[in-house]
Each structure stands twice: as C-alpha cells, then as structure tokens.
C-alpha cells in the first residue's frame, strides 16, 4: 500500500493498492469541500490505457459532504469513459446515508466490505 495525495491540513489521508489488477483508493478522514480536490486527483483513472477499475474504501472515512458527493461523481464518470468502473466499500452508517440520501447507491454500485466489491 502507498500513500498518494495527502491532503496538507490532514483533514483527508489516502492510500491506494493494487489486488488482482484493481486499484484500492482508501479515504480516511473527512472528505469536504477543503479536500476534495485530493479525492478526485485520488481516485481519476491512472493513464496506464488499462480500463480503470477502481475500489474506494471509505471504511475509514468520518464525514463527507455534497463535495464528496462531486467527486465519487466525477471519479465514476470518468471510469465509465474509460469503459473502467468504481465502486464504493464499507461506507460507515452516516457516510452511506448521504450515498443514499442523494441516490449515489443506486448509480455506483455501494457494498459493505473492500472484499465484497473486489468479487463482485
């Protein structure tokens, strides 16, 4: 596992790893509109021309706002392009509630465990 893009105020921690050709980008901390620049530098397709497949682990992740929202957004969007796709694994209880507030859950796919969205 390596860390990638910290955010400087260190209100937002990221590290990505790699199982069976599928990039693992796990969010830890608070995911708002002062960090979410970091999140989407995050989770962007890498350009090695493979079709990005992408796990985001927000096991740890506290609080995410609206900003949040724009990124998961913008990282899927940009996965599908790419013919690639993300999910979402192990949001905790408040995290997955805004998922499901604003109907994230129903256009990226939102599973309870990293392992889950790694086999499905």
């Given at each position: 596992m390596t860390d990638a893009h910290p955010d400087p105020r260190g209100q937002l921690t990221v590290s990505e790893s790699t199982v069976a050709g599928i990039r693992v980008v796990a969010l830890r901390g608070e995911l708002d509109?002062?960090?979410?620049?970091?999140?989407r530098r995050a989770l962007a397709p890498t350009a090695d021309g493979a079709a990005p497949r992408t796990v985001a682990d927000l096991t740890r992740l506290t609080f995410m706002d609206s900003?949040?929202?724009?990124?998961?957004?913008?990282?899927?969007?940009?996965?599908?392009?790419?013919?690639?796709?993300?999910?979402?694994?192990?949001?905790?209880?408040?995290?997955?509630?805004?998922?499901?507030?604003?109907?994230?859950?129903a256009l990226i796919p939102c599973l309870p465990t990293v392992r889950d969205a790694l086999e499905n």
């Open positions: 509109h002062t960090t979410r620049d970091v999140a900003a949040g929202i724009n990124a998961l957004i913008a990282a899927y969007r940009a996965s599908a392009d790419a013919q690639g796709w993300l999910r979402v694994a192990g949001a905790q209880p408040a995290v997955l509630r805004v998922l499901q507030l604003v109907g994230i859950d």
